[in-house]
């Protein structure tokens, strides 16, 4: 996803959290060769993948709360 205009300032502080989980869950779908590389070689690809699938859970998990939790 591109950066593809400012957001509307009128906008709610749940709306720019629901915005801001959907940023993390992005850069989590988002490759990063570098960091697999290591996980390759440090021998926990498979357990750094899991851990990414429990996170991935979690954040879904934010997006259907009504309040930020900070």
Known sequence: MKDQKSIDKS??????YQRAVDLVIESLYKPD?????????????DEMMSVREDVLQYLTSLKHKSEPAI
Not at 11 to 16: A, K
Not at 33 to 45: E, G, K, L, M, V
């Open 11 to 16: 906008e709610t502080s749940v709306e720019r």
């Open 33 to 45: 060769d570098t960091i697999r590389s290591c996980a390759h070689n440090q021998r926990c690809f």
